[in-house]
């Protein structure tokens, strides 16, 4: 499996995400929550998830009863949400411990995309 950051235009801004390729296929682990002005600004925001701390994800319930995992910065901000909402604790927990996964990767510097944009 690899993982990438793919940077997308979306009504006037750019957002990134986190994709993993698998072998039938693709998952995005991860979106930004903010727009961009610009690709660069966008990839270093998305450089900056490799120096996130694990422990400011949670899983949150939303509104409609479905789960969601967030990532917040030193101030509170979202920075970071999973892709989708996800039907249990359970199965949003498993997404989160994945997530977590591929931020330490990011984290040992072993991620091309994101090691190059950080700083």
């Known amino acids: 499996m690899s993982t990438q950051v793919s940077v997308v235009r979306e009504n006037g801004g750019y957002r ?24 660069a600004s966008c990839r270093a925001a998305a450089g900056g998830l490799r120096l996130a701390s694990p422990y400011a994800m949670t899983s949150v319930q939303q509104e409609d009863g479905g789960w969601r995992w967030t990532l917040t910065g030193e101030q509170g901000e979202p920075l970071a949400e999973s892709a989708v909402t996800f039907h249990d604790a359970r199965t949003c927990g498993e997404a989160l ?23």
Not at 16 to 39: C, I, K, Q, T
Not at 108 to 114: E, V
């Open 97 to 119: 411990t994945g997530m977590q996964a591929a931020m330490q990767q990011l984290a040992q510097g072993s991620h091309p995309d994101l090691a190059a944009t950080a700083g």
């Open 16 to 39: 990134w995400m986190v994709v993993r390729f698998l072998p039938n296929g693709a998952d995005v682990l991860a979106r930004s929550v903010a727009a961009y002005p610009d690709e």
